[in-house]
Structure formats: structure tokens, C-alpha cells
Nanobody
């Protein structure tokens, strides 16, 4: 069965770090766009970061650029989101998603319809 499973969320103090994992099963991440989204209570889902597995290129939301890093472990078929210098406004449920390649370059990656979604992992940044 095709699945994406997030893990690594939890409670962290402002300025702290956390690493989220997105483990894929039932398919390999080759030739996929893998994206992290987040959604805080009462807000719209927000694109955080993406990685294109074909060439390893990445993109980040302005709000996390310089603090978050997306990466891939090919052997584990897993994508990570390394989150540093965390702020209270980073508090949200974080979801990973996968799209089978780039379908429309005129639409930004965070507006694409993704093929697979994980169940989400909660991140709370609070003192």
C-alpha cells in the first residue's frame, strides 16, 4: 500500500530545533516532488518546503528560509525537514506530500494537487 508517514513532532522551546521525518512505503521517491505543508488552528494550509528528487533542487517559504532544511535519505526512502531557530508561529500540524513529477510549471508547487499525503505530525513551539 502507498503510504507517507510523518514523525518527529513534539513540544520544543523557541529557538530550539526539531527534525521531522516523512517515510514513504509502497513506492520510491525517485521522480517525485516531495513537499511539506503545515496548518495551524483556524488557518489555511501553508506550503513550507519542497524537494524535487530528480535533481535535488529545493524551495522554501519565505517565513522559514534560512531556518529550515529539507533533505532526503535515499536508502531509507525518507524525506526530512530539519527545523532550526523555531518560533511560536511555527506551531502547526505538519504534513508531507508527494506529487508524481511536475505537471504545470505555471502553478507554484504549493498549489499543486498532490497524489499522496501523510497523516500529519504536531509541532508546538512554546516556552
Amino acid at each position: 500500500q502507498v503510504q507517507l508517514v510523518e514523525s518527529g513532532g513534539g513540544l520544543v522551546q523557541p529557538g530550539g530545533s526539531l527534525r521531522l521525518s516523512c517515510a514513504a512505503s509502497g513506492f520510491t521517491l525517485d521522480n517525485y516532488v516531495i513537499a511539506w505543508f503545515r496548518q495551524a488552528p483556524g488557518t489555511e494550509r501553508e506550503g513550507v518546503s519542497c524537494i524535487i528528487t530528480i535533481d535535488g533542487s529545493t524551495d522554501y517559504a519565505d517565513s522559514v528560509k534560512g531556518r529550515f532544511t529539507i533533505s532526503r535519505d535515499n536508502a531509507k526512502n525518507t524525506v526530512y525537514l530539519h527545523m532550526n531557530s523555531l518560533k511560536p508561529e511555527d506551531t502547526a500540524v505538519y504534513y508531507c506530500s508527494a506529487a508524481d513529477g511536475i505537471s504545470d510549471v505555471t502553478v507554484p508547487w504549493y498549489r499543486w494537487e498532490y497524489d499522496y499525503w501523510g497523516q500529519g505530525t504536531q509541532v508546538i513551539v512554546s516556552s
